[in-house]
Every structure is written in C-alpha cells, then in structure tokens.
C-alpha cells in the first residue's frame, strides 16, 4: 500500500490549508486513516483520526479547527486545516491502518511541511 500526500505549504497565522493523502495498492481494506505531526527533537503526535464509518477523533490543540474527512471510494483522507497558529508548524503524515491478507498493518505517508509564519 502506497500513501501520497499532498497540499503542504507556508501560510501565514489564521489562514487555512487542505492536506489530502491518497491510499493505492491491491487487496487491502481501509479501517482508519489519521494524520500524525511531528516536529524535530519531538515525537509524532496524534492530529486526528477518521474511521471507515465516520467517526473521528482530534487532539484537543486541533479540536474546532481542523476536520478530518474521508472518501472512502478514493481511499482518501482529507486534513482541513482553518485559524492556523505558529505551533501547528510541523512536517504532518498521514497515516492508514489497513487489512491486508487477513492481517492488520500500519502505513505512512511521506510527510508533508506545514509552516505557519508571518
């Protein structure tokens, strides 16, 4: 299984970004995908998680300005980022939890830099 994110970019404090990352591949199937960020010297932390059936989950720094959103038919998990602050500067990874041949694996996407600056 392969993830390709994308829509990364320097933006300036309370303006928006969408981050999508597209899952591809053969014979697996999707249970959760999320986004991760990570900044250096720091471990990855949790942004948010959307499962196949729509529920989601957000880390409370996020909570009321970001949505996780996803198309299942794409296979593709969508990050709408709004009122972007300095501390959400971080390389963000979209990540999918899928069953493949009867097993469960974890997958990572390339990361994507998010900058906040004025």
């Known amino acids: 299984v392969q993830l390709q994110a994308s829509g990364g970019g320097l933006v300036q404090p309370g303006g928006s970004l969408r981050l999508s990352c597209a899952a591809s591949?053969?014979?697996?199937?999707?249970?959760?995908m999320g986004w991760y960020r990570q900044v250096p010297g720091k471990q990855r932390d949790l942004v948010a998680t959307?499962?196949?059936?729509?529920?989601?989950n957000y880390a409370d720094s996020v909570k009321g300005r970001f949505t996780i959103s996803r198309d299942n038919a794409k296979n593709t998990v969508y990050l709408q980022m709004n009122s972007l602050k300095f501390e959400d500067t971080a390389v963000y990874y979209c990540?999918?939890?899928?069953?493949?041949?009867?097993?469960?694996?974890?997958?990572w996407g390339q990361g994507t830099l998010v900058t906040v600056s004025s």
């Open positions: 990540n999918v939890r899928a069953i493949r041949y009867n097993l469960e694996y974890s997958y």
């Open positions: 591949g053969s014979s697996f199937s999707v249970i959760v």
């Open positions: 959307i499962t196949s059936a729509g529920s989601t």
